[in-house]
């Protein structure tokens, strides 16, 4: 292959000086000799070609770079500058090969794309053969219906706990995307207890037939809904905070999660509340109880988002501090927000951070004592 770079090399005038007629066919040359040879190209080939198509990239017509993203998409050696350019383009005819096919592009590239690109960009990404939990994080939190949909239905893809909770706080008023979700084998127990929660009666059917194994579980979800809704159509005026049946708040302390959380939260358990947060944190209670009562509600939120907790459960533990007067109910709608804005990776690096202070605050009467002189005898 040294011939053919050096041929490249000598390109560099018509990059310069030629029109983009003729880049555009200068590039058709360059990237059929890249293709022919690529499985036998050395790293340092490899990037002289990348130099040279990512310069010519720039001087031509979007058709053409979107034949050229087309061509490299599938190559797992493809120049890595240059895929990467073509899945930033604006243009999604350019941008969607690459980002659908390309394994040249890592987590961190998709992340980065999918956070600062349009619906046709997280949708080409959605499409991947394989899709990693930090992926997906973003393709739910950002993405339209369409991304949605296209993401559950991705059997190569991937969710975290928090993922699987923004799909179930959205599949309001969508029934495929609820059926879609509750396909996924894998989501946690609690999750899809909230899903069947929130689903109409034709998509717990649907689930009911899917999952027969579930047919009790479901049995007991709809029970439990169905008494709810009862329940507060007779009685609207008693106070939301109904204690809990002997033995159930012992239960949802002993199995923490969004589900159990939330039922504490709405039954008014502040100190359980407070207990069960630090616990699913791994931080002090004095500290998860200095978030829970003081006047600003961004370090429980951010406490709240790392560990993946839905918004309902949110909203009940806020309604918590809306009782006791630390904030006005007004405030809820702001806190919601705020909720939707804050990624769950900058959260957890929040909760890191508090997490090592906290740490590090406990360890400080022990180092200031190992700096006291000895004593005189």
């Given at each position: 292959m040294s011939a053919d770079v050096k041929f490249i090399g000598e390109v560099e005038n018509a990059i310069a000086n030629g029109s983009v007629g003729r880049c555009e066919e200068i590039l058709g040359r360059v990237t059929e000799l890249f293709i022919a040879g690529?499985?036998?190209?050395?790293?340092?080939?490899?990037?002289?070609?990348?130099?040279?198509?990512t310069r010519l990239a720039v001087e031509i017509e979007i058709s053409a770079r979107a034949l050229l993203s087309i061509r490299l998409a599938p190559i797992p050696n493809a120049p890595p500058r240059t895929i990467?350019?073509?899945?930033?383009?604006?243009?999604?005819?350019?941008?969607?090969?690459?980002?659908?096919?390309?394994?040249?592009?890592?987590d961190s590239d998709l992340v980065e794309n999918a956070r600062i690109k349009g619906q046709g960009h997280l949708l080409a990404i959605s499409r991947r053969r394989h899709l990693s939990e930090v992926v997906t994080d973003v393709l739910v939190e950002r993405g339209d219906q369409q991304v949605l949909m296209s993401t559950v239905e991705n059997r190569g893809a991937k969710f975290s706990n928090t993922g699987f909770?923004?799909?179930?706080?959205?599949?309001?008023?969508?029934?495929?995307?609820?059926?879609?979700?509750?396909?996924r084998t894998e989501i946690p127990p609690h999750l899809?207890?909230?899903?069947l929660a929130r689903a109409s009666l034709s998509v717990r059917r649907k689930l009911k037939a899917l999952h027969p194994e579930l047919s009790r579980e479901i049995h007991e979800v709809?029970?439990?809904?169905?008494?709810?809704?009862?329940?507060?159509?007779?009685?609207?005026?008693?106070d939301r905070h109904v204690a809990p049946e002997p033995g159930s708040m012992a239960r949802c302390i002993g199995q923490l999660d969004d589900y159990n959380l939330g039922k504490l939260a709405v039954a008014g358990a502040f100190a359980e509340v407070t207990s069960a947060l630090a616990s699913m944190a791994d931080l002090p209670s004095s500290y998860v109880e200095r978030s829970m009562t003081g006047r600003r509600s961004d370090g429980l939120l951010a406490l709240a988002r790392a560990v993946g907790l839905s918004w309902p459960t949110v909203k009940a533990i806020l309604m918590l501090r809306v009782d006791r007067r630390i904030i006005l109910e007004t405030e809820i709608g702001y806190c919601l927000a705020c909720y939707e804005r804050l990624r769950p990776e900058t959260a957890q690096q929040i909760l890191r951070f508090y997490r090592e202070r906290e740490k590090g605050d406990a360890m400080a009467p022990h180092k200031e004592r190992s700096k006291l002189p000895p004593r005189e005898h």
């Open positions: 690529a499985t036998q190209l050395s790293d340092e080939e490899v990037a002289v070609f990348d130099d040279v198509i990467r350019t073509l899945a930033f383009d604006d243009a999604i005819e350019v941008a969607e090969p690459v980002l659908s096919q390309s394994p040249r592009l890592s909770s923004i799909l179930v706080q959205r599949t309001e008023g969508d029934e495929g995307l609820a059926v879609q979700i509750g396909e899809f207890r909230q899903l709809v029970e439990e809904v169905s008494s709810r809704i009862e329940s507060e159509t007779l009685t609207p005026s008693v």
